[in-house]
DNA sequence: CCGTGCCGTTATATTAATACCGGTATAAGA
DNA sequence: TCTTATACCGGTATTAATATAACGGCACGG
């Protein structure tokens, strides 16, 4: 009963998701991408430093229509290169 | 302070979120779509009923992908209805 | 009539997301 | 140098998301 723990694929997932966004921000400030998707700069800070792994998907949708980006390609791009290989070995 | 509560609008998001999803659904059982996501049958359940009413980004991708729909059009359609107001995202 | 199974619901438990505060470091500018 | 702005980090507080378990409804078959 009891919210399975976040698995470590899904930390490194959080990480590559959180570097998308921090490219895609470019040289733009953090505070001026928060305000603009109307989050606070410290969750910001911790979904792009992956420290926040699963946030919440509106948030995603409101920091992807301030940079411009699809919500597909977002997931698509953190999708791929470790949907498969990284998360094999569990016993 | 902290974690600020779910507004009534982010609450009423949460409900015609989780009406277009239960459309999409179709006439496919809850645990059918809940297992193709990889979620579980009730965090489906409390999203379709908009007692869970911002779901995380990754599950919503899950989703959408086992009901072959798209994560731009899934926002914009919950955007759309209610997006009369210069409404900054929250949480 | 009574199990058996499936489905949706309700209740509970635990983790994680979000926000705020203080502090540190670095670089640019007055 | 001092100030300012940005980013990062740690801790704390509170709410919400998610999973598990238990409950009732409804079919079907014995």
């Known amino acids: 009963m009891v919210r399975t723990p976040l ?12 570097a ?7 040289d733009r400030s953090m505070v001026e991408v928060a305000a603009a998707a ?6 910001l800070r911790k979904i792009e430093t992956g420290r926040a792994p699963t946030p919440a998907f509106f948030t995603v949708a409101a920091l992807a229509s ?13 999708a791929s290169g470790a949907g498969d290989e990284g998360r094999a070995l569990s016993a």
Chains 1, 2 share one sequence.
């Open 7 to 18: 698995t470590p694929w899904e930390r490194q997932r959080g990480e590559r998701f959180g």
């Open 20 to 26: 998308i966004l921090r490219r895609a921000r470019g």
């Open 38 to 43: 109307g989050v606070s700069a410290e969750t």
């Open 66 to 78: 301030a940079l411009g980006m699809s919500l597909d390609e977002l997931a698509a791009a953190c």
